[in-house]
């Protein structure tokens, strides 16, 4: 326990902010259902979501990756009492809506807005899929402007998942890539759950796949929230409001989706419509963030200042030891620095790597870095 204390004032604390990024692959591979029959896919009782592990969910060793829902709107041409899981949909769209977009000022949950401003002629995002990150990945934000997702959109899976995959038809002839391009500096704020950028998709591969052949709104992401909204418009031709080319999606979709791919929804489970998109995603790619915040504190021992110790070791006979006259400067050695409140409680602690010699000679400053 200390018995001289020196005050620090605002000329001796600083703080700083670091922002640690790493860069996150998700391979096609894992999500679109290759290792299926290994058990890295997990469906519930309740049915209203699946959850992708990059191993086998039982096993201890397995990490949570990302979840994927659908939901719809009640405003949306897709919403009908008829439908399969309907209610639920439903009930995931609202949850959604209300923790992302929250409420107007009539107390009633706003809908996604496709460019964020909730203009009363806006388009809305009322038929969408959820793709929920895991915390483990996005750690505190996924970082603006990293975000993409290639996304296949022509048939040919043939109803099982790693056909898909493994016959390479839907990638080569069909392929988007979506991007938050203006993350960087261009986000939303008006959003209860943190920043938010618009999702564009732009044609990989294949040729007359998006209508116009340009970049399309499709989605939105949360950078803080982890959680992807991806519009159902994606799987859809221009006669139904989707971004597709109808040339493209009347030779190219299969059954399973066809030109009104995301009309599938409606007569399917939620887990079969996360199987959907699952055994479409290519690859998924972002740099998550970790924000380090710092404290500095410059703790100044001026000449005359800790040049005595308070160990009881520090005399013998009642005479310093390291002293052999009494012409003899005093001499201490400090070892440990210790950062105490206003009323001397002992907060933390800092362990120097080596002792240093403090003498009226000498003054040292002794920089200790709390990161939190």
Do not use: W
């Not at 896919?41 to 979501?49: A, E, I, P, Q, V």
């Amino acid at each position: 326990m200390a018995t001289t204390f020196k005050t620090l004032t605002s000329n001796d604390v600083s703080t700083t902010r670091t922002l640690l990024h790493e860069a996150i692959p998700i391979t096609g591979s894992i999500v679109s259902g290759t290792y299926a029959s290994d058990g890295n896919l997990k469906n519930y009782s309740h049915g209203m979501f699946q959850s992708i592990y990059d191993y086998p969910h039982l096993s201890s060793s397995a990490n949570h990756i990302f979840d994927i829902t659908v939901g719809y709107d009640a405003n949306s041409a897709l919403s009908g009492t008829s439908n399969t899981q309907h209610t639920k949909k439903r009930n995931i769209y609202n949850q959604m809506a209300q923790v992302l977009v929250g409420h107007d000022v009539t107390g009633a949950i706003r809908s996604f807005d496709e460019d964020g401003n909730f203009s009363a002629g806006g388009t809305k995002l009322d038929s969408v899929f959820f793709l929920n990150f895991s915390r483990l990945l996005t750690k505190d934000e996924v970082k603006k402007g990293s975000f993409e997702l290639k996304i296949g959109v022509s048939g040919g899976i043939g109803g099982t998942y790693p056909t898909f995959n493994q016959a390479g038809l839907t990638f080569n002839s069909g392929l988007l890539t979506v991007t938050d391009l203006s993350g960087a500096n261009g986000y939303l704020t008006n959003s209860p759950a943190g920043e938010y950028g618009i999702l564009y998709a732009t044609a990989s591969l294949g040729t007359n796949v998006l209508k116009g052949n340009q970049n399309y709104a499709v989605g939105l992401i949360y950078y803080q929230a982890g959680i992807v909204v991806l519009s159902g418009s994606i799987f859809n031709d221009e006669a139904q409001g989707g971004i597709l080319n109808n040339s493209f999606s009347t030779t190219e979709l299969g059954t399973n989706f066809g030109p009104t791919g995301f009309m599938s929804v409606t007569g399917s489970t939620i887990q079969a419509s996360a199987a959907a998109i699952r055994n479409r995603l290519y690859n998924i790619s972002f740099n998550n963030t970790t924000e380090l915040n710092s404290t500095i504190y410059f703790c100044r021992a001026n000449h005359n200042d800790f040049n005595y110790s308070a160990n009881p070791t520090y005399l013998t006979g009642s005479k310093i030891r390291v002293k052999t006259s009494t012409t003899d400067s005093p001499v201490s050695y400090i070892t440990t620095v210790g950062l105490y409140s206003a009323d001397n409680e002992l907060l933390a602690v800092a362990k120097l790597s080596e002792p240093l010699k403090k003498t009226p000679e000498t003054e040292l400053t002794l920089r200790v870095r709390l990161d939190y």
